[in-house]
Nanobody, 124 residues
Framework: QVQLVESGGGLVQAGGSLRLSCAAS????????IGWFRQAPGKEREFVSA????????YYADSVKGRFTISRDNAKNTVYLQMNSLKPEETAVYYC?????????????????WGQGTQVTVSS
């Protein structure tokens, strides 16, 4: 069992930056792949980024490549999402999720555990 808690969201102007954190409880955190997803009002939850348990592989949605960076510190049971050059259309609730499934990291159905989300609002 893994419990996930997101933090770091807030209000930022377009072009600004935020760093989200996903803190996990559970001794087996380091064995889970972690993903970030976001959901805007009235839209489907979409993949943003993911990182394998060791941190050796990372994945990004095309829309965030070059602007977002995912990383993890297993000693702290935490995954980070650094978001730069934010756009108003990226306003959403951002969720982190954990999976032991090594395949298809971009598919939300593969994730077993989810946090409650953190609101990110980007003003124009």
């Amino acid at each position: 069992q893994v419990q996930l808690v997101e933090s770091g969201g807030g209000l930022v102007q377009a072009g600004g930056s935020l760093r989200l954190s996903c803190a996990a409880s559970g001794r087996t955190f380091s064995t889970y792949n972690i993903g970030w997803f976001r959901q805007a009002p009235g839209k489907e939850r979409e993949f943003v980024s993911a990182i394998t348990w060791s941190g050796s592989n990372t994945y990004y949605a095309d829309s965030v490549k070059g602007r977002f960076t995912i990383s993890r510190d297993n000693a702290k049971n935490t995954v980070y999402l650094q978001m730069n050059s934010l756009k108003p259309e990226e306003t959403a609730v951002y969720y982190c999720a954990a999976t032991s499934n090594p395949y298809y990291p971009k598919e939300k159905g593969r994730y077993d555990y989810w946090g409650q989300g953190t609101q990110v609002t980007v003003s124009s």
